[in-house]
């Protein structure tokens, strides 16, 4: 069993950068592939992103790729997604979620956070 908690939304300006944190409980975590999503409303859920527990980082979603970066810290039992040069599509609640394997489906990932809101203004 997996939790997780985000955390650093808000509200920025087109062009600014933010940071999010996803903190996750369970011994395990460290062997659980987490991904970063998004849900911008009337919209379905996209994937964003993805890293493997040792690191690997999976290919970005071609609207965040140079822009966003994934990492985690396995110590730390936490993933982070930077956010850089952001656009008002950027515009979203940002979920992170933990699975067995690397996908870009929602539907295949176990554990998922609450969310958090991010706002990019213009």
Do not use: H
Not at 76 to 83: E, H, I
């Amino acid at each position: 069993q997996v939790q997780l908690v985000e955390s650093g939304g808000g509200l920025e300006q087109a062009g600014g950068s933010l940071r999010l944190s996803c903190a996750a409980s369970g011994r395990t975590f460290r062997w659980y592939y987490m991904g970063w999503f998004r849900q911008a409303p009337g919209k379905a859920r996209e994937f964003v992103a993805a890293i493997s527990g040792s690191g690997v980082i999976e290919p970005y979603a071609d609207s965040v790729k140079g822009r966003f970066t994934i990492s985690r810290d396995n110590a730390k039992m936490a993933v982070y997604l930077q956010m850089n040069s952001l656009k008002p599509e950027d515009t979203a609640v940002y979920y992170c979620a933990a699975g067995d394997f690397a996908t870009t489906a929602s539907s295949r990932y176990k554990y998922w956070g609450q969310g958090t809101q991010i706002t990019v203004s213009s």
